[in-house]
């Protein structure tokens, strides 16, 4: 891995997991203004208390070295979010204001996951070991 795309995959790294942090901190507090935002996007409010506990979980899985079959998983779960939250603001009619965090986040996602070293990576070999 070149030394270009370790900072691309760190700073996307970092300013996902911040993103998905403090998104995930305000669903779970169940502040007035997400309550209120989730449910104009016709969400029950429980939602965001699963939304905000998936995404902890998987922070902590893109942040922490080893685990390449959860980390795969932790990436699809990010980007159906972050493109399932983009759909809804386009299917509610949203302003552009409204729609910008999810792109960004659907773009740190995919900018994270390929950019991720090899050692974060799912390989072959996992499934070969895996196979008995």
Known sequence: MTKRNKIIYWIATLWLSLGMGSSAIVQLLGLKAENDFITHLG???YFLKILGTWKLL???TI?????PLLKEWAYAGF??????AL??????HDAFKDMFPSILLVLLTVTSWYFRPADRKLS?????NSIV
């Open 79 to 84: 980007f159906f979010v972050t493109s399932g």
């Open 58 to 60: 998987g922070i902590i």
């Open 87 to 92: 759909a809804s603001h386009v299917i509610s």
């Open 124 to 128: 072959i070999a996992h499934f070969n």
């Open 43 to 45: 969400y029950p409010l």
């Open 63 to 67: 942040l922490l070295p080893k685990f």
